[in-house]
């Protein structure tokens, strides 16, 4: 089996927390067609770019629209997500993301963002996360959407690695069929259930047991230098509680 030599992460829902977001605004809009939505079909948007998330919704409702229409609905959900998007601050990063990918560079890893929205660059300034990040590839420079693995091929090449060296990180059921069939480990971000098909399904990057099991499983090297990291911040926070006991 490969080395792991690099990472590849998902934008919405593994680094931060704004697929809430999209289903909020897409949820909007299919209202104001008449159309209802689950949460459940909502895993079906996760991943899918703008435009074939229109098409599922109208599908659903069983509508056609105008091209005209189509691109001024389109228009109206990212205003609605760009509200949202504008009021966010650091802590919609969700919890552990960041530190995950400060220890990822440390350990020499490659790292890349293999994303299908248009608003990444956005987003990771906003969260003052884009120098970490070797290469980006979203939503404009790609023309098939997941599952399709060309956002992951294109990150895989533009790293100059190899797919089976590279993890995969994916909150969506697209991403994970993207991921898989473009020969990459993954790791699912969320539930089992719903991620079957992922090598491995976490709740989050944040270190827990679960995470020192998963890099144990992609990696054995790396499980060693990640757990020693996880040891060194289960010591800060001993010592820090210490700390407030013998204050307190
Ligand atoms: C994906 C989201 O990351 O990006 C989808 O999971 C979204 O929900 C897609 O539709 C496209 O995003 P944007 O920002 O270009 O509309
Ligand atoms: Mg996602």
Do not use: C
């Not at 990472?7 to 919405?12: A, E, S």
């Not at 593994?14 to 159309?35: M, P």
């Not at 509200?83 to 490659?110: T, Y």
């Not at 608003?119 to 939503?139: H, K, R, S, Y």
Request: hydrophobic fraction near 45%; proline fraction near 2%.
């Amino acid at each position: 089996m490969a080395t792991i030599k690099g990472f590849i992460f998902d934008l919405d829902g593994v680094i931060v927390d704004t697929a809430k977001f999209h289903f909020k605004a897409w949820h909007r809009l299919a209202q104001d067609l008449g159309v209802n939505f689950t949460e459940a079909e909502n895993e079906q948007l996760k991943g899918v770019s703008r435009k074939e998330s229109l098409e599922k919704i109208l599908e659903w409702g069983n509508i056609s629209l105008e091209a005209q229409e189509f691109e001024e609905r389109m228009a109206q959900k990212n205003e609605w997500y760009l509200d949202f998007v504008r009021e966010m601050g650091q802590e919609e990063a969700l919890p552990g993301a960041k530190e995950f990918l400060a220890e990822s560079q440390k350990l020499n890893l490659a790292i890349g963002l293999g994303s299908a929205s248009k608003n990444a660059a956005l987003i990771l300034d906003l969260l003052e996360v884009t120098p970490l990040f070797q290469t980006i590839i979203d939503g404009t420079k790609v023309s098939n959407s997941k599952p399709n693995p060309e956002v992951f091929l294109k990150g895989a090449e533009a790293l100059n690695l190899a797919p089976e060296s590279l993890v995969v990180f994916e909150d969506s059921i697209a991403g994970i069929e993207a991921a898989n069939r473009g020969g990459f480990r993954s790791v699912g971000i969320g539930n089992k259930t719903i991620l079957k098909d992922a090598e491995i399904v976490v709740s989050g990057l944040l270190r827990t047991a679960g995470t020192q099991n998963f890099m144990k499983v992609l990696n054995p090297y790396l499980a060693l230098a990640m757990a020693l990291w996880a040891k060194e911040q289960i010591l800060k926070k001993t010592t820090a509680e210490l700390a407030y006991k013998v204050a307190t």
